[in-house]
């Protein structure tokens, strides 16, 4: 068979193509300060499912303590619904089909959205951003992401930084 060079040349890798759906869930956040989106994608790079942090269903968002700081009930961190943990309550097909699949995050995942991916049979996390790796700008990683990467390496779950070529995309929603 012939080769035909007529195809695009700019279009995106795997890679890019999965953080870019994550980056877009991430969008439907209403989150002030950190909006994280995640995309399941299985062994034959099929979406499985999709999630973005937020309130839990039925929770008015309009009534949701979005702080950072203060007391644990007036702060987002006793409500907050990770992207991952969404993702995984999102999926509704065999829990057989999580098994070996990949998760995009832009966020390296926390210590409880670690124990959720490994529960579910996720064996490979792919992330952008690991900003809550060093606290208050020094080297030593949170503990969080310490028992995050302390569980994924007992349990066999691969992790990495995507490598992406195209670093900004631009998608234009009006019709042709």
């Known amino acids: 068979m012939k080769k035909i060079k007529k195809q695009r040349k700019n279009y995106l890798n795997w890679n890019e193509y999965f953080m870019a759906i994550a980056k877009l869930s991430a969008m439907r956040s209403k ?12 062994s034959d790079n099929r979406i499985l ?12 968002d309009d009534y949701f303590p ?9 702060t987002k961190y006793a409500f907050v619904c990770h992207g991952e943990m969404n993702a995984i309550l999102n999926y509704r097909g065999s829990r057989k089909e999580l098994e070996g699949a990949k998760i995009y995050v832009d966020l390296f995942p926390c210590h409880e959205c670690a124990k959720l991916i490994i529960q579910s049979g996720i064996k490979e996390v792919i992330y952008l951003s690991d900003k809550f790796k060093n606290k208050d700008g020094n080297l030593e990683e949170t503990d969080s992401v310490k028992a995050s990467k302390l569980m994924f390496d007992e349990c066999g779950v691969k992790y990495y930084p995507v490598e992406i070529d195209t670093p900004e995309i631009t998608i234009k929603l009006e019709k042709n």
């Open 66 to 74: 979005w702080e950072r700081q203060g007391d644990m009930l007036n």
């Open 31 to 42: 989150d002030p300060s950190t909006q994280v989106g995640a995309c399941i994608v299985g």
């Open 49 to 60: 499912s999709i999630g973005y942090n937020g309130a839990p269903n039925g929770f008015k």
